[in-house]
């Protein structure tokens, strides 16, 4: 959906009136949100998102002459002390001939993804993308010469996902830019954090950053503009990644460009300063979840690019289990995935995105759509969703007595286990809350899901306990 010229007027309208009342705000508890103009329903429907990172990095694969070299497989120009002149050499090899588009997309769909975030550009500065700011992109500086995010966006519109992309703030290559410490060609440079040259190196390569940014929008029309890294909390890992120098100007500059090239497209939180529609915990899920917009993003094994000697993989209950818990928190699970240098995803992440689809097509109705957990402590047997009329319970520990109980207030009307809709299931009222009565054993091996049909909103009682 677009907004027409009246809708965006009334949008703003609506930010000068409300503006001071977010800004006074608890801004530290709730960091996103300001000047939100997106359109978010799509987003928080979805549930689920395929984050691909993928770029020259995928050629080193984790090694250096022979040498494997620790952390993130993205990570291997800061990692390894790399020079650009160094770093620079890997795009000359680098050759997808077994990228498909079509192919990532269609297993992204049976996974039961909704929308992809692939990288359009990482710290590196390596643009996998059609872009005239720089000569160092992927249809002008490899052998091949073509244009994945075209092909990507294209066959998502085939197949019904969303696609967004990802960009970087940071960027080793710039000639704007600096290491923290060393020359960028000469010696054992340390590229965290990285900080501007001087006389005006900020300003020039924020122009870079609007001009990229304005690309993508217009040559793709993402959903989402996920940004990397900035210098201010709360994305400061315990790496210390971020960049000296980045100021709110530089931020509200790119954030007010990407709203006025299309005020439908949706801003996670990392340009920092509170600007954003949604935040953004990397490799954890909050046991509660956060208060407003938020997607937890999670590798499958240990690193985000692909590392060829990192066989560390989450298994497929893991996955399904992650999910489920971020759609009970009310948030967003974004998986990601790490293709080859040839442009082959790696069996083992297939496997387990197939797997997650598997369970979806039976249990999707608990996830999509759904509403986070009425329940303000957990649940012993699992998690729960919700949406208006249904309360879905998430079992992961099946009763040895096979009775749920469900601390709420509300009168069953019926109940019954999505991947049985045909056996109605027992249930009664008792002192501590609504009793369910469970078949002898669990249709899944991960999580089952219990259907209550209610009315009205749920209303808990206080005891939450089997």
């Known amino acids: 959906m677009r907004f027409n010229k009246l809708s965006v007027g009334l949008i703003l309208v609506a930010a000068a009136v409300w503006g001071p009342v977010i800004q006074n705000r608890a801004i530290a508890a709730e960091p996103v949100g300001k000047m939100h103009t997106a359109n978010m329903r799509w987003w928080k429907k979805d549930r689920f998102g395929m984050f691909i990172h993928w770029g020259i990095y995928s050629q080193a694969a984790g090694y250096w002459h022979g040498k494997s070299i620790p952390g993130g497989g993205e990570w291997i120009m800061d990692e390894a002390h790399l020079t650009r002149k160094a770093y620079s050499t890997l795009h000359a090899k680098f050759d997808p001939i077994d990228f498909n588009a079509n192919r990532w997309v269609r297993i992204a769909r049976r996974a039961g993804v909704k929308y992809i975030v692939i990288t359009a550009k990482h710290h590196d500065g390596f643009c996998m993308f059609r872009t005239r700011a720089t000569h160092f992109n992927v249809v002008d500086d490899t052998p091949w010469h073509k244009d994945p995010l075209a092909m990507l966006a ?229 998690y729960a969703t919700q949406k208006p009329g249904k309360l879905f319970l998430e079992v992961i520990k099946w009763p040895k007595n096979r009775t749920l109980v469900v601390p709420m207030r509300n009168a069953i009307i019926k109940a019954h286990l999505l991947a049985n809709p045909y056996l109605k299931l027992q249930t009664a009222s008792g002192t501590v809350g609504q009793l369910v009565y469970l078949p002898a054993a669990a249709p899944d091996p991960v999580a089952s899901v219990v259907v209550l049909d209610i009315r009205g909103m749920v209303k808990p009682s206080t005891f939450q306990g089997n």
């Open 154 to 382: 294209k066959a998502c519109k085939k197949y019904g996902i969303r696609f967004c992309t990802y960009y970087s703030i940071q960027d080793w290559h710039s000639r704007y830019t600096l290491p923290a410490i060393g020359n960028p060609n000469q010696g054992h440079p340390t590229w965290q954090p990285m900080r501007f040259t001087a006389n005006g190196g900020g300003e020039k390569y924020v122009h870079y950053v609007q001009r990229q940014v304005g690309e993508l929008i217009r040559q793709y029309h993402p959903g989402i503009i996920w940004f990397d890294n900035s210098a201010v909390k709360p994305w400061v890992t315990r790496h210390g990644r971020h960049i000296a120098g980045w100021t709110y100007s530089y931020a509200k500059q790119v954030f007010d460009d990407v709203r006025k090239l299309d005020p439908t497209v949706i801003i996670n939180n990392r340009l920092g300063y509170g600007l954003g529609d949604y935040k953004t915990p990397e490799q954890h899920i909050p046991p509660r979840g956060l208060p407003g917009a938020w997607e937890t993003c999670m590798t499958i094994n240990g690193t985000w690019g692909y590392k060829r000697d990192d066989h560390h993989w989450k298994t497929p209950a893991i996955l399904i289990t992650n999910l489920i818990k971020c759609a009970s928190g009310g948030g967003n699970f974004l998986l990601n995935v790490g293709p080859t240098d040839k442009g082959i995803i790696p069996q083992p992440e297939v496997q387990r995105m197939l797997a997650i689809g598997k369970w979806l097509k039976v249990n999707g109705q608990a996830i999509y759509g759904s509403h986070r957990t009425p329940f303000a402590q957990a649940l012993p047997y699992g």
